[in-house]
């Protein structure tokens, strides 16, 4: 019997095998209130990055958390974004030192409205992923670029206990998300090889 963070690691794997599907022509996991079929191939004038929105109910934990992760693990082949279905209009103080104790950098990050991502002038997302335990309310029913548009199911931190009990409750959520992060980095940079043309 699996225990543990094996334990833990192997439900992860699990669940985003389902995204590995991409690669073998099989179908994503998707939101259960969307069916658009989702744009798979980059954005124009994207320099062959895929541009990812995370979202969460405030924007001022778990989904700016996601954001940097994907940007200090995605390299040049990832843009990351996040946003707030109702932002805080700030970052939680905890979440920033914790990045900060674990050499993410945060610099730029801002809490904000998930409304700036449907005007014309911002770059159509390859992918809108809601984080947190269950998808947020009021998340819209389309998006520019027709996005696919998934869950990840994120163990959301509990702030109301001591310090002690924060730290351990950030520490999980931040080993959920740089989880499933890294298995999704590594599933769409072995389909960008894949499609990359080769020399003549």
């Known amino acids: 019997m699996v225990h543990g963070p094996l334990r833990?690691?192997?439900?992860?794997?699990?669940t985003q095998s389902k995204e590995m599907k991409i690669i073998q022509g099989g179908a994503p996991e998707a939101h259960p209130q969307h069916s658009n079929a989702g744009n798979q191939t980059r954005p124009p004038?994207?320099?062959?990055?895929y541009h990812?929105?995370?979202?969460?109910?405030?924007n001022a934990l778990c989904s700016l958390m996601a954001e940097a992760l994907l940007r200090r693990t995605g390299g040049d082949d990832?843009?990351?974004?996040?946003?707030?279905?109702?932002?805080?209009?700030?970052?939680?103080?905890?979440a920033i030192d914790f990045l900060k104790g674990h050499r993410v950098?945060?610099?730029?990050?801002?809490?904000k409205s998930y409304q700036e991502f449907l005007l014309p002038s911002?770059?159509?997302?390859?992918?809108?992923?809601?984080?947190?335990?269950?998808?947020?309310?009021?998340?819209?029913a389309t998006w520019p670029g027709q996005p696919k548009v998934i869950h990840w199911r994120i163990t959301e931190p509990v702030m109301d206990g001591s310090p002690?009990?924060?730290?351990?409750?950030?520490?999980?959520t931040f080993t959920e998300l740089e989880t499933r992060i890294r298995l999704f980095v590594l599933v769409y940079q072995?389909?960008?090889l894949r499609n990359a043309p080769t020399a003549a």
């Open 45 to 49: 004038g994207s320099r062959n990055r």
């Open 122 to 140: 911002t770059p159509p997302m390859n992918f809108v992923i809601s984080v947190g335990a269950r998808p947020p309310a009021g998340l819209p």
């Open 190 to 192: 072995k389909e960008a």
């Open 78 to 94: 990832f843009r990351a974004f996040s946003a707030g279905i109702e932002p805080k209009g700030e970052i939680d103080p905890l």
């Open 8 to 14: 833990e690691f192997r439900g992860d794997l699990e």
């Open 164 to 172: 002690a009990q924060q730290a351990n409750s950030l520490r999980k």
């Open 52 to 58: 990812v929105l995370f979202l969460s109910a405030e």
């Open 105 to 111: 950098w945060h610099h730029g990050l801002r809490s």
